[in-house]
Every structure is written in C-alpha cells, then in structure tokens.
C-alpha cells in the first residue's frame, strides 16, 4: 500500500484491509551529520475490525482529506484506531 491519491483510493485501501492481518514497518532514526545516533526498526502485525460499508462511510466523512496523509489511509494515533480489533 502507498498514501492515496485521493478519497476513492483511500476507500478502497481500507475495503482491501478490513477483516485482514497486515504488517506495518516503521522505522525512526536519530542523526548527527552523517552518523546514527540510535535507530529502531518495528514490525507490528494489526488486525483491522470487519467493519461495515457504513462504518467506513462515517469514518471517511469525520476524517475527509487526512485519509490521504498516511499509507494504507489510516492513522492509528487518532480515529484510525477506531478501525482496528488488535
């Protein structure tokens, strides 16, 4: 999964990932200059809810345009959390 281009993809990104187990890669550094401080890389495995189509139709609508600003069109810090079981 990338960000979505626009409100359409980032349903059809959250239609594709409901009921599904996927992994999440994340990764932060800490740098001065060129040299690595510290740096830590994650891989948590999360399962999203079996939502219904009018589940996500409230979750698109309360969260409009920020659906693009993430990969996979969720943010798991705000309502995202909303669509995941663990």
């Not at 999440?24 to 994650?42: C, K, P, S, Y």
Request: no cysteine; net charge negative; charged share 30%.
């Amino acid at each position: 999964f990338d960000k979505p281009s626009d409100l359409s993809s980032a349903r059809e990104h959250l239609r594709r990932l409901r009921g599904n187990t996927h992994v999440l890669i994340t990764a932060v550094a800490v740098t001065e200059g060129e040299a690595i401080l510290w740096r830590h890389l994650d891989e948590p495995r999360l399962t999203m809810r079996n939502f219904s189509d009018s589940f996500l139709d409230d979750y698109m609508s309360r969260v409009g345009d920020d659906a693009l600003s993430s990969v996979g069109a969720y943010q798991i810090e705000g309502l995202g959390a909303q669509l995941f079981e663990r």
